[in-house]
Nanobody
């Protein structure tokens, strides 16, 4: 069964850092593009970052939402079958449940949730003093 599991969330003070992991089971990630999304209470789920198919950082293209550019970095480690989201300079507005998913369709922008399947269960990130 194809499954993604997110981990690494937690409580962090503003300005702090976290690294989220998206681990795959039942399939290998290196043949798929992966997106990270988040959903804050009372808000719609939104795209955070995206990494294309590729064997290393140099071999993949990446995209970021304007709100996280310069603070978040997405990467993949195919040997560990995992995609990471390094989050630095965290702000209270980054508080949300973070999800990863496999991109299955390419008819529209990477942020379109309808392009993704195999969503994980999510990991909570709370930025608060």
């Amino acid at each position: 069964q194809l499954q993604l599991v997110e981990s690494g969330g937690g409580l962090v003070q503003p300005g702090g850092s976290l690294r989220l992991s998206c681990a795959a089971s039942g399939f290998t990630l290196d043949g798929y593009a992966i997106g990270w999304f988040r959903q804050a209470p009372g808000k719609e789920r939104e795209g955070v970052s995206y990494i294309s198919i590729g064997g290393s950082i140099g071999g993949s293209s990446t995209n970021y939402a304007d709100s996280v550019k310069g603070r978040f970095t997405i990467s993949r480690d195919n040997a560990k079958n995992t995609v990471y989201l390094q989050m630095n300079s965290l702000k209270p507005e980054d508080t949300a449940v973070y999800y990863c998913a496999v991109r299955r369709r390419y008819g529209s922008d990477w942020m379109n949730l309808n392009n993704y399947d195999n969503w994980g269960q999510g990991t909570q990130v709370t930025v608060s003093s």
